[in-house]
């Protein structure tokens, strides 16, 4: 009888419970391209600082230039499935702006969104943006400073295997502008 019981509120809670209208401020949400930066705004690494660049070791800069990357990746592939307007562009360039010149920013849109009919734009699948955190050991850095910028080689290996150690050589270039403190330009060689 107590199984019986038991059984028969059970299935009472099991079917109340997958007929009851989902709860209020769920309905009707839609991701947009504000949504995801507010959600990426979380995870964003603060601005470029000149401690930072003028630190002794190569490692602030590295972890930072990888949050950097890291992020902009975030950012590239929670929008991926969206169609943007000329409005979310203007907002994801200005996102893009905290870390990137104007000029980059627009090269990271341009490279990943592509123009659609009315104005909207849409992802293009590719590869994920620099290398950097593909990096797990033998990391080096060098960095020169010519012409108000600073350019940033940065060069490691990584392993894709877990079996045995097979060591892939990455690089990544990085132009910083040095009044500004925004990376100018990313050149990653992909193995």
């Known amino acids: 009888m107590k199984k019986t019981v038991l059984a028969l509120i059970s299935v009472i809670l099991l079917l109340t419970a997958c007929t009851s209208p989902s709860s209020p401020g769920k309905e009707g949400k839609k991701v947009t391209v504000q949504t995801v930066l507010q959600v990426m705004e979380e995870t964003a690494p603060p601005p470029l600082t000149k401690e930072t ?16 990357e890291t992020w902009t990746n975030g950012v590239l592939r929670y929008s991926q499935r969206l169609t943007l307007s000329e409005e979310d562009k203007t907002a994801f360039l200005t996102a893009l702006g905290r870390y990137y010149s104007e000029e980059q920013a627009k090269r990271l849109f341009d490279s990943y969104f592509e123009a659609g009919p009315g ?44 079996e045995e150690l097979i060591e892939v050589q990455v690089e990544e270039t990085v132009t910083i502008l040095a009044d500004k403190l925004l990376i100018d330009q990313v050149e990653a060689v992909r193995p």
């Open 53 to 68: 660049m003028e630190h002794n070791s190569a490692i602030p800069l590295f972890l930072w230039l990888r949050d950097a």
């Open 119 to 162: 104005g909207n734009y849409s992802f293009k699948e590719q590869e994920s943006f620099g290398v950097l955190s593909s990096i797990h050991f033998g990391l080096k850095l060098s960095k020169t400073e010519a012409d108000r910028r600073y350019r940033i080689h940065i060069s490691g290996q990584y392993s894709d295997s877990l």
